[in-house]
């Protein structure tokens, strides 16, 4: 006879066991004690280390200090004042074992009470860690330094006037001059990018002394081979241009060879970079880089496997297009590109749809002639489609309506003013509408 579920003994999950054992295991008084055990035993060993440490300058001493704070950072608050101040004397010593591990504690401890007095006063011994002959010691100097700028943005100051811009130009500078291993020579200067681009972070807006000098690492630092500092440095250029224009010359091309970059982390940044460089620059300057293959590069990624870089690639088109200019919108349509932008916007997810549907809109209000035409055959379809989609979005909305009035209009061959212009009387009705909307849906 088959018994029915309902006639079986009621079965027990797993969960129903782990649940209450989970919560009996850890609020049980034993294990609380247990637990309080533990953090006394390692206060008792950190005391003893501290006392040490007061009247020995031997490093096992200062390594165990480290060693407790890596397993449990929280024990920095226990750390006696004496303690923390004897420990930014070690960053003078000549022994490099404890200036290191010296350097490790005073890390751990950034965030701790004793934090203040960490970035007043450790922040010039550090910054001359960074040319010690030791790797590890340099290297640790600046993990700590991006600590105590993170935790504290007005250590900039304190940074700026002992010279940290100047120090981190000369590691980029004489890398090659550096005696170490190649891997240990990327991981140094993938610090000093990473500090840089904090320091950076932490103003609004950069004096201009500072900004050539930070424009001045850009260029060097963008030519190495090591793609951990690349992703620093090109994720650098990209928050700079997002606050406005960055004249960094002819490191558009290098930026333009990194598009086709095996790390997408380094094809996004090089991407939003130079999409930025399109938003604030002229016409000179997007035909500069359109000379230089631009269009070519953003040809290839169109297809990349990532989603955000095709999007970026989007946008880029969207700001070339929305300029409005002629022979711009006829390298567009001569490299297939438009072909490319309606795929996307058939097959793609929602945000790749309306960014390259801004493009070949924009594309659409700048042509004329025979461009027109083209984009008409092409395009018009579209625009009830994109309409569905983007019912929510006003902008997007007033653009379809605007094509559709082109359309109903109808445009000459011969005539020598844009489809924008028979509508509105005005070649740039699209310049500020993609721009504005670009910078939003990437963020």
């Known amino acids: 006879m088959v018994i029915e579920r309902s006639d079986r003994e009621e079965e027990t999950s797993p969960v129903d066991i782990i649940c209450p054992l989970y919560y009996y295991v850890y609020h049980s008084p034993f294990v609380s004690q247990l637990l309080a055990f533990n953090i006394n035993k390692k206060i008792a060993r950190l005391n003893a280390a501290s006392k040490s440490v007061m009247v020995s300058d031997k490093y096992k001493y200062v390594r165990e200090l480290a060693q407790l704070l890596t397993t449990d950072p929280r024990l920095g608050d226990q750390l006696k004042s004496e303690v923390v101040t004897r420990l930014i004397q070690f960053l003078e010593n000549k022994r490099f074992n404890i200036t290191f591990y010296a350097a490790v504690v005073l890390s751990y401890i950034v965030s701790s009470k004793h934090g203040s007095v960490i970035k007043d006063e450790t922040v010039p011994y550090l910054l001359n860690l960074i040319p010690s002959p030791d790797m590890m010691v340099r290297v640790q100097a600046l993990i700590t330094l991006n600590k105590i700028a993170k935790v504290y943005p007005d250590s900039y100051d304190t940074m700026i006037k002992n010279g940290v811009l100047e120090l981190l130009e ?17 991981s140094l200067l993938e610090r000093a990018g990473g500090l840089l681009t904090t320091l950076c972070r932490m103003k609004q807006q950069l004096q201009s002394d500072v900004m050539i000098k930070v424009v001045r690492i850009i260029s060097i630092a963008i030519v190495n081979d090591f793609e951990l500092v690349l992703i620093q440095i090109c994720l650098l250029i990209s928050i700079l241009s997002d606050r406005g224009f960055v ?13 086709d970059h095996s790390q997408y982390k380094i094809v996004i940044s090089a991407l939003r ?16 880089m359109i000379e230089r293959g631009l269009l070519l590069h953003l040809k290839k990624v169109l297809c990349h496997e990532y989603t955000i870089v ?34 996307l916007v058939r097959t793609e997810e929602f945000e790749v749809k309306e960014v ?37 979005d006003g902008r997007v909305v007033t653009l379809c309506s605007k094509i559709l009035q082109l359309d109903n209009i109808g ?16 070649a740039k009705c699209a310049r500020p509408f993609e721009k504005v909307t670009r910078k939003k849906n990437r963020r």
């Not at 970079?273 to 500069?288: A, D, H, K, L, M």
Request: net charge neutral.
């Open 170 to 186: 000369s590691l980029f500078t004489n890398k090659d001059k550096i005696d170490a291993s190649k891997k240990n020579i990327g």
């Open 411 to 426: 445009a000459s061959v011969t005539t020598g003013t844009t489809a924008a212009d028979r509508v509105s009387g005005s």
């Open 273 to 288: 970079t130079i999409g930025n460089y399109v938003r604030w620059g002229s016409v000179e300057n997007i035909q500069f």
């Open 247 to 259: 004249e960094i010359g002819f490191e558009v091309i290098r930026l333009l060879d990194l598009i």
């Open 310 to 343: 095709r999007k970026e690639a989007s946008w880029i088109i969207s700001n070339i297009t929305a300029v409005a200019n002629h022979s711009h919108i006829q390298e567009v349509i001569g490299l297939g590109l438009i072909d490319m932008l309606i795929k």
């Open 356 to 392: 390259a549907a801004h493009a070949i809109f924009n594309a659409v209000s700048g042509s004329k002639g025979k461009q027109f035409m083209y984009l008409k055959e092409n395009c018009f379809p579209l625009v009830d489609e994109v309409r569905s989609f983007c019912h929510d």
